[in-house]
């Protein structure tokens, strides 16, 4: 397992307003619906309350948890008989339903059997007698994230009620918070964080900030801490001045005054069209994530706008920042260059589910020549549609090794509202299904450091290496 877990998460807080542990109490209803459909934690799929008909994704329900009585010294640790719930329960009563149930879902289905190595029924003990000790919604929220992380994946997580409801706003392409409009990565050791995308019409872009910009302080005061770790300095109450401290790479730093406002919509798919030394015409897009259901309309009208003026000789599809999503977002972005069987995800019990898409040709895009760009921040479904494309040998690899994550997260619904994301599959690409990428990440052919922070577009080795590639005679 590779230490990918919080930087997964750097995204989440960028784009999600900001999250209190509160709990959405409701009438225990014994069922839990379990959905596969996303392989990364920051932008798993919203999973629906009730099952979803059958479809090419399976899906599964679990025999359900009884009521659990008040909590005593003598509280069974495990359900045996089936109840149900004639009143609503208790805070504390809810808190045992969906311990219980979060606990039976990874007992049960959770991808690795030995659980890494962790002794699960001893967690069970000891977070049970944390919850008979009493805990806060808060307190117990984050007891539940802390028993999942404790799991060692990287990539399974819990939310709270209100972060399901922010992540089933955001899969919609709904994000709407109020800020200045940037997506952007931490980088700890330059106490900086550095933008990955900009919002149409919010008060960065009107203020001119780019991609690749590094936000250093905000009125005055450093975004990172000393220990490394990001402030939440950019948000605010709407209408309020904001004086950011900003450097382009290459450049001194300046202030940039801004006002804080409403930001809403999809996250952005950045497009432009370079010309290589022999003239050829080369595609680049930069894909961020794969949590958004706009991303693929996006990608294709991309790939329309830039084929519009004649065809391209070659695209670059920038995946260094690309955090990864749900499956069939995933799935129709790699339909634009690819077809068929393209691999196979598979669960504890050797169970494989086949992983194929349908390609859909826009201007040649199903034979134009790749380069995909990979590296560290290249987690989960960007890691799999990276090495998908390199295992069906349709694109050509460059930048640094990924960190290796690509099981694909379950999503189950409990009664009060919270959701865990729980990695249920792996996966095994089709032509060299010998290889196993959770140990090894995703290898480019051509090995190309690059710094996004410390770089430009055009400044950047790992774009010039990929036009030379594909711009060369």
């Known amino acids: 397992m590779k230490s990918l877990r919080f930087n997964a998460l750097l995204l989440l807080p960028l784009v999600l307003a900001s999250l209190a542990c509160q709990a959405a109490l409701r009438a225990f209803q014994p069922t839990v619906a379990p959905q596969i459909q996303s392989n990364a934690r920051t932008f798993p799929g919203p999973a629906s309350a009730t099952p979803i008909p059958p479809t090419s994704t399976p899906t599964a329900t679990f025999t359900p948890i009884p009521t659990l009585p008040p909590p005593t010294a003598t509280a069974s640790a495990t359900a045996t008989a089936s ?35 962790l002794d699960w029924q001893a967690v069970h003990d000891e977070y049970l007698q944390r919850i008979q000790a009493g805990l806060t919604n808060e307190d117990f929220y984050a007891a539940m994230d802390e028993m999942i992380f404790s799991l060692g994946d990287d990539h399974s997580v819990f939310l709270s009620p209100e972060e399901a409801k922010e992540e089933d706003s955001e899969f919609a392409g709904q994000n709407s918070y109020v800020g200045i409009g940037v997506l952007t990565v931490l980088v700890p050791e330059r106490k900086l964080v550095t933008i990955i995308a900009v919002f149409p ?18 009125n005055g005061e450093p975004v990172v801490d000393d220990s490394g770790y990001r402030r939440n300095l950019l948000r605010g109450p709407e209408n309020t001045s904001l004086s950011v401290t900003v450097q382009t790479p290459g450049q001194t730093p300046r202030q940039v005054n801004l006002t804080r406002r409403q930001v809403n919509g999809s996250v952005p798919v950045l497009y432009e069209t370079l010309t290589s030394a022999q003239g050829k015409r080369i595609g680049y ?90 590296g560290p921040n290249t987690i989960s479904f960007g890691e799999i549609f990276s090495g998908v494309l390199q295992d069906q040998e349709r694109a050509f690899l460059i930048g640094e090794s990924t960190g290796g994550n690509v099981e694909l997260l379950s999503g189950f619904n409990f009664d009060d ?57």
């Open 201 to 218: 019409g919010s008060p960065a872009e009107q203020a001119g900030l780019k991609v690749h910009d590094n936000i250093l302080a905000a």
């Open 285 to 374: 897009i930069l894909l961020t994530t794969f949590a958004d259901d706009t991303i693929d309309d996006q990608l294709q009208a991309a790939l329309r706008a830039m084929s519009a003026e004649g065809p391209l000789d070659g695209l670059i599809l920038d995946n260094r920042q690309n955090s990864g999503g749900t499956d069939h977002v995933t799935s129709n972005a790699l339909s634009n260059f690819t077809s068929g069987s393209l691999g196979e995800f598979t669960d504890r019990h050797n169970n494989m589910r086949p992983f194929h898409v349908v390609g859909a040709d826009i201007n040649g895009s199903l034979h134009l020549p790749l380069v995909v760009l990979i």
């Open 83 to 117: 109840a149900t719930a004639t009143a609503d329960p208790t805070p504390t009563e809810l808190q045992f339903q969906v311990f219980e149930q979060l606990w039976k879902v990874v007992d049960e289905e959770y991808v690795y059997p030995d659980f890494n190595g």
């Open 417 to 473: 509202g919270s959701r865990a994301w729980i990695a249920r599959e792996t996966f095994r690409p089709r032509h060299n299904s010998d290889q196993n990428w959770e140990e090894t990440g995703i290898i480019p052919n051509l090995m190309v450091p690059s710094n996004w922070d410390e770089v430009t577009l055009h400044s950047d080795p790992a774009v010039q290496a990929a036009i030379e590639h594909l711009g060369g005679d």
